[in-house]
C-alpha cells in the first residue's frame, strides 16, 4: 500500500516535536518536507529544533526555513511557556543536519505539491504564514493540493491565547483567512478536542514514558519539562498539553474523530477579537444540513472540523508509536 505523503508545516515548540514524532515513526505516511515558521519561537529556532527532532528518529526528511515574521503584524512568540529554546531549555538541541540552503519553505511546498498532484497533504501545526505566502506566489499550483490538516482555532470551545482566540491563529490571522478562502480542503483540530478529558500526558503518562528507557520517549518528556512546569503553576497540577500532536492523530486515525462541515470566519479587524475563528455548522437553521443566508458571505461550508475525539484510543498509541 502506497504511503500518504504529508508536508509538515510547523513553529516548533515542545508539543509540536511530539506531533513530528509521532507522523514519522507512526508508519502510514511518508513526510516529505519539514517546513518552520516563526510562533511558538523565531523561525530560524523552529528550524533547529525541526532538525533535531528528525534526527532522534532516525527518519531523516529535508527541512525548510519559511517565513520569519507573520504576513501583517509583528511576531508572536510562546517562550514563556515552552522555554527560550522552545523546547524546555535543557540542552536539547545540537543537531548535525542543515536546513536546505537556499530554498524557502513556500517554493518547497510548491514544488512538492506540483511533483505530486493531488497527493500532497499539508500539516500545519503552527501560524499559516508559509501556507498562506505559497498559495499568494502560485494559487494554481496550491490548488493540486490533497487537503491541508490544521492544529488551529478554539473549534467550539474558549481561546487560549485571548478569550476568543487560539495561538496558531493569533499569530497570524491573516495567513489564516487567506488559506480558508483558497478552495484547498482544510480540516481542522481545535484547541476544544486537545484539551478534552484524558488527551493531556498526566506525570503518570510521562513516568511511564521515561520508564521504557526509549530514547525517542524520554526525548519527547524531556523537551516538555518546560510545559508541565506552565501548567502546574497554572493550575496546580504536574500535566502537558499536545494539541499538536492530537491534530496529528486526528490527521491519522480516522477512528478516533469525527468530521463536521463548517463555515469558518477569520477576524482581524477588531483587536478584541482578533484571531478568533467563527465556526457556523448550521445548526441555528431549521434546515439542519443548510448553510443560505449566512451572515458571513459564504454559501457552502469552507472547512470540517474535528470533534467526538477519543482521547484514550490516541493516547494508547501515542504511547505505543513512541515506545516500540
Same mark, same amino acid.
Given at each position: ?13 515542545s ?9 514519522l ?11 518552520? !515558521?516563526? %510562533? *511558538?519561537?523565531? /523561525?530560524?529556532?523552529?528550524a &533547529? ?6 534526527? =532522534?528518529?532516525? @527518519? ?20 514563556? !511557556?515552552? %522555554? *527560550?529554546?522552545? /523546547?524546555?531549555?535543557?540542552? &536539547?538541541i ?5 536546513? =536546505?540552503?537556499g @530554498? ?55 481561546g ?13 490571522a ?89 463555515m ?7 483587536p ?12 441555528y ?11 458571513y ?13 477519543n ?12 515506545t516500540?
Amino acid at each position: 500500500m502506497n504511503k500518504r505523503k504529508w508536508i509538515i508545516d510547523t513553529d516548533t515548540g515542545s508539543d509540536d516535536a511530539v506531533a513530528i514524532l509521532l507522523a514519522l515513526l507512526e508508519g502510514s505516511v511518508d513526510v516529505l518536507a519539514l517546513t518552520s !515558521v516563526s %510562533g *511558538n519561537v523565531p /523561525m530560524e529556532q523552529a528550524a &533547529l529544533n525541526c532538525l533535531q527532532t528528525m534526527e =532522534v528518529t532516525g @527518519v531523516i526528511t529535508p527541512v525548510y526555513k519559511g517565513a520569519d515574521r507573520p504576513l501583517m503584524r509583528k511576531p508572536v512568540h510562546a517562550q514563556n !511557556v515552552h %522555554g *527560550n529554546d522552545g /523546547m524546555g531549555d535543557c540542552g &536539547l538541541i545540537h543537531p548535525s543536519h542543515t536546513a =536546505v540552503p537556499g @530554498v524557502q519553505a513556500c517554493d518547497a511546498i510548491i514544488d512538492l505539491v506540483k511533483k505530486y498532484p493531488h497527493e500532497v497533504e499539508i500539516v500545519a501545526i503552527g501560524p499559516a504564514t508559509n501556507i498562506a505566502l505559497a498559495i499568494m506566489k502560485d494559487p494554481e499550483a496550491m490548488k493540486l493540493t490533497k487537503a491541508i490538516w490544521v492544529m488551529g482555532t478554539n473549534g467550539f470551545g474558549p481561546g487560549n491565547t485571548t478569550p476568543v482566540s487560539e495561538f496558531n491563529v493569533y499569530s497570524d490571522a491573516e495567513a489564516y483567512k487567506v488559506m480558508l478562502s483558497s478552495g484547498i480542503p482544510v480540516i481542522i483540530g481545535g484547541m476544544d478536542i486537545c484539551v478534552v478529558e484524558n488527551a493531556p500526558w498526566s506525570q503518570e503518562d510521562m513516568d511511564e514514558l521515561m520508564a521504557s528507557g526509549k530514547p525517542v520517549a524520554k526525548y519527547a518528556v524531556e523537551c516538555n519539562a518546560k510545559l508541565a512546569d506552565f501548567f502546574e503553576k497554572m493550575n496546580g497540577h504536574r500535566y502537558v498539553g499536545l494539541p499538536d500532536a492530537v491534530a496529528v492523530a486526528g490527521a491519522l486515525w480516522g477512528d478516533v474523530r469525527k468530521l463536521v462541515p463548517c463555515m469558518a470566519y477569520v477576524c482581524t479587524s477588531e483587536p478584541a477579537t482578533y484571531g478568533q475563528v467563527i465556526l457556523y455548522d448550521g445548526r441555528y437553521l431549521a434546515d439542519l444540513h443548510g448553510f443560505e443566508d449566512h451572515p458571513y458571505g459564504l454559501k457552502e461550508p469552507n472547512c470540517m472540523v474535528m470533534t467526538d475525539f477519543n482521547a484514550l484510543l490516541y493516547k494508547q498509541r501515542l504511547k505505543e508509536v513512541l515506545t516500540k
